[in-house]
């Protein structure tokens, strides 16, 4: 910093402490400066603001805890913007859009979401584009400073070599499925029942009798947007399902609704509601065809057919579902499931043919039921689930693997391991980062908030 900077800075500091002085001899202190980071100031008032939002979730002492983070946090936005580390707001707006849409369910509707937050809607986007702007700066900066660690074969059999076994992750239940999957038949009388009923409800909307939103909060059968009156957040046409996306992205006037458009989840019309860049917001309403019981009994007597014929060996489960199976998704893959998770330590998107049977139940409550109980090799009885779609289906399954709770091995779960040393290294490597920025950066603390045992020993000097 230049020293004209630092002295005005230093100079207004000054005045801030008096005023300060002056005010709590008064009995009456509106705010004071309690940290110092380098140009940065920290206020009570930010700690108290932090503390009544995080409440109990706050760990230890929150008037160490937070101005601590605080710091930490400007220490890494100052690296941010001296590596000229950005995001862009086609990053931020999907958090901001989903803690939007959260809050909204919460409260039970926008109008209340404002009453209770005092805040109008414009007022809590700017305020969550704020939070996310800075909480990704932070994650980019923290990739940036880990980018180059790399692991070994021999670095993670070394790291695991004296642990005793109980210092071991452990490893939950974890069980790999194959699944034949048949959708029961839809009558075409019952399809045109529910594109009769989307043009009713559009013809509704053209007439002014009652308004898109309204309809979808009282009729969509997509739960994640119905509260919100059909809305959903600015997503790209890889985002959306095909068929969705052509209508979609097709409509150029918002007080419009769309043709009916079809998708894997069912039937939809869709209504415009802005358009950013390569991305679409818009509302719609979903109609799903109602499958018959009848229907149902019949494609269950098909699958207890084939169930039966691969218990016998005339037909091998792959064999199966590759003339047999109506899921697009695992027939190209002899039926079984595929994982998809972000993982916890490093973000990052991946795919694994395992399920830890919480997440199978995630999936679908139905098929971990049934598999809870089977051995591996064997073939269940046809079963009903509800797909990841939001569609009535029937079943059979096949346990391919049950591979049971267990402390983790190099040999089973080196993967899992080797994340572990790399994330050990991470942090080593951001400790030693903080404790450099604290030798080198200018700290003040109030000595009222010393008194502290921080995560981070060295901010007094």
Aim: net charge negative; charged share 30%; proline share 4%.
């Amino acid at each position: 910093m230049k020293i004209r900077g630092r002295y005005q800075y230093l100079t207004c500091l000054f005045f801030y402490s008096i005023l300060s002085f002056a005010q709590s001899n008064q009995g009456n202190v509106i705010d004071e400066v309690v940290w110092v980071i380098g140009d940065e100031a920290i206020l009570r008032s930010d700690v108290e603001k932090r503390r009544l939002e995080f409440g109990s979730s706050v760990t230890g002492n929150p008037y160490c805890s937070i101005p601590e983070q605080l710091a930490i946090q400007k220490l890494f936005l100052h690296q941010a913007a001296i590596d000229s580390i950005e995001v862009t707001d086609v990053e931020i707006n999907p958090y901001v859009e989903q803690e939007i849409n959260e809050r909204i369910l919460y409260a039970g509707s926008k109008e209340k979401l404002e009453e209770y937050s005092g805040m109008t809607m414009a007022q809590l986007r700017e305020n969550y584009y704020d939070q996310y702007r800075t909480s990704l700066t932070m994650r980019k900066m923290r990739e940036k400073l880990t980018e180059d660690i790399k692991v070994t074969p021999a670095e993670v059999r070394r790291y695991f070599k004296d642990l005793p076994e109980d210092s071991l992750p452990l490893i939950p239940t974890q069980v790999e499925v194959q699944l034949l999957v048949q959708q029961p038949r839809i009558h075409q009388e019952e399809i045109d029942r529910v594109k009769n009923t989307l043009r009713e409800y559009t013809e509704r909307v053209h007439a002014g009798t009652t308004s898109f939103s309204t309809l979808a909060r009282l009729y969509s059968e997509d739960p994640g947007s119905a509260r919100q009156g059909g809305e959903m957040p600015y997503m790209g046409r890889g985002e959306l399902d095909p068929g969705f996306a052509n209508v979609a992205f097709s409509l150029t006037d918002p007080s419009k609704v769309s043709k009916i458009a079809q998708s894997e989840f069912g039937y939809h019309i869709i209504q415009l509601i802005d358009k950013r860049g390569d991305k679409v917001k818009c509302r719609h309403i979903l109609k799903r065809p109602e499958v018959l019981q009848q229907d149902i009994d019949t494609a269950l007597v098909h699958l207890d057919s084939i169930a039966e014929q691969i218990r016998r060996e005339k037909v091998t489960f792959e064999e199966a579902v590759m003339y047999a199976s109506d899921d697009k998704d695992t027939r190209n893959n002899r039926g079984i499931l595929s994982n998809t998770k972000i993982d916890e330590h490093t973000s990052e998107r991946i795919t694994t043919t395992r399920f830890e049977m919480s997440e199978l139940s995630t999936f679908s409550p139905e098929l971990a039921r049934v598999v809870s109980t089977m051995q591996i090799g064997e073939i269940s009885k046809p079963f009903m689930m509800v797909n990841a779609k939001g569609k009535t289906v029937c079943a059979i399954a096949k346990l391919k693997n049950r591979i049971n709770s267990h402390r983790a091995s190099l040999s089973e779960d080196y993967q899992i391991l080797k994340t572990v040393v790399e994330e050990d290294k991470k942090e080593k490597t951001i400790l030693d980062w903080i404790k450099e920025k604290q030798r080198t950066t200018y700290i003040r603390i109030n000595p009222d908030w010393r008194d502290c045992e921080f995560q981070y020993p060295g901010w007094i000097k």
